[in-house]
């Protein structure tokens, strides 16, 4: 009976499944975060490759 009491008052379960949900949500927020700057990256890097594909075709004539 001691050890059911034990078992219910014992809060250490809780605490860790907390931890893991706090950190699923860090781990949600930073891949919507990386998506967007992912996307944000590659429209700069297509605009730099626009860029440099007519600066070269300027200079070849």
């Known amino acids: 009976m001691k050890f059911l009491k034990n ?3 014992d809060e250490q379960g809780a605490t860790a499944i907390e931890y893991g949900l706090i950190a699923a949500l860090i781990a949600v927020a930073a891949m919507g975060a990386m998506s967007t700057l992912g996307t944000e990256l590659e429209g700069t ?3 730099v490759e626009t860029s440099l594909a007519a600066g070269r075709a300027a200079g070849a004539e």
Do not use: A, K, S, Y
């Open 7 to 9: 078992l219910v008052r």
């Open 45 to 47: 890097f297509g605009d």
